[in-house]
């Protein structure tokens, strides 16, 4: 199965887009939509779409595994972004052109500081020694994720430095239906990008967890398929799959063609909104394959992500949504 490779962190739509006069659904402050057309983009036709592996994008955080001060650990995205008075002349021009295109930036000064350990993502353009921002003013980036940074907590829940290990979600081998949360070795996810999501993660859609006892894990990004048919490549089709397939209760597909090029659609590209009643994922069941040896943390019950898991070794719930443990 192909992942997602943080050299590719900008991914092209299926269809060629236009730019409308609406406010955009997905960006708070863009005065423009960018909406899909019916021509389908032919990046996507050159690469075979048709015959590529649809895989559903999931709505949360990204991450990447790489090393960091010699052993394999978890970073989290982090966009160097422009200042408050580069980021308003930004918009000004945005709102005045419908367009961000011929935008003029000057790095050094109109860019917030990052962390000292942030490292720009592998596709970042350079120009003279400086990355050069996204359409979006932003440039991604990474750093690694510390368990003393409060900032951080949902993405350090996740991980055991100590053993060397993350919690992942991805489907089990005994049903297609079927996933699976189990602890996987940092060193097999390296140079992976993966997904964060849960309880605290842009508004967990997926209805992961609760206030008292948050949930959250990692999903490498290529590992869950769509189910059922093909999703259709045409515009009409597609939105008819999205608003009336319980298939399509999901915030878009990632095509994972033969040749590696990875093609994308959002629901906001079609003018569907997001998050859409129940989701597929979250409806799927789950099995917890969580064998833990307790170590000092384990000793907070409720406290520690794993060590509550561990206590649910074994068991299968009928819905990713059902998980909890007692406290």
């Not at 053993?163 to 005994?174: E, S, W």
């Not at 997904?195 to 209805?207: D, M, R, S």
């Amino acid at each position: 199965m192909r992942r997602l490779s943080p050299v590719q962190h900008k991914v092209p739509c299926l269809f060629l887009t236009e730019v409308t006069e609406e406010h955009s659904r997905k960006r708070l402050g863009q005065a423009f939509q960018v909406m899909a057309t019916d021509q389908v983009n032919p990046l996507a036709l050159e690469a075979h779409v048709e015959r590529a592996l649809p895989t559903e994008k999931l709505d949360g955080t990204c991450c990447y595994v790489t090393c960091y001060q010699g052993q394999p650990h978890l970073w989290a995205r982090l966009d160097r972004k422009p200042t408050k008075l580069a980021d308003k002349r930004f918009k000004k021009y945005q709102h005045g052109h419908k367009s961000f295109k011929g935008f003029s930036w000057n790095v050094e000064e109109d860019f917030r500081a990052v962390p000292e350990a942030w490292i720009p993502a592998h596709g970042v353009r350079h120009h003279e020694g400086q990355p050069v921002p996204d359409d979006h003013g932003h440039i991604p980036g990474w750093v690694p994720v510390q368990t003393e940074n409060k900032q951080y907590c949902w993405h350090s829940s996740v991980v055991d430095y100590d053993a060397g290990v993350a919690l992942v979600l991805g489907p089990g081998g005994q049903s297609p239906d079927l996933l699976e949360l189990t602890l996987v070795p940092l060193a097999d996810l390296l140079e992976q990008t993966l997904e964060l999501i849960g309880t605290n993660v842009n508004g967990n859609p997926y209805g992961m967890g609760t206030k008292k006892q948050p949930l959250h894990t990692l999903v490498s990004h290529g590992s869950v398929r769509v189910r059922g048919p093909p999703p259709p490549l045409d515009l009409r089709g597609l939105r008819s799959w999205f608003q009336e397939s319980g298939e399509g209760s999901v915030e878009g597909i990632v095509w994972h063609c033969d040749d590696g090029t990875l093609v994308k659609v959002h629901r906001h590209h079609l003018g569907l909104g997001w998050p859409d009643g129940d989701c597929s994922f979250s409806s799927r069941p789950v099995e917890v394959l969580v064998d833990r040896t307790a170590g000092p943390d384990d000793r907070l019950p409720g406290k520690n992500l794993l060590a509550s898991l561990s206590r649910l070794d074994g068991q299968r719930f009928g819905r990713l949504r059902d998980i909890r443990w007692d406290t």
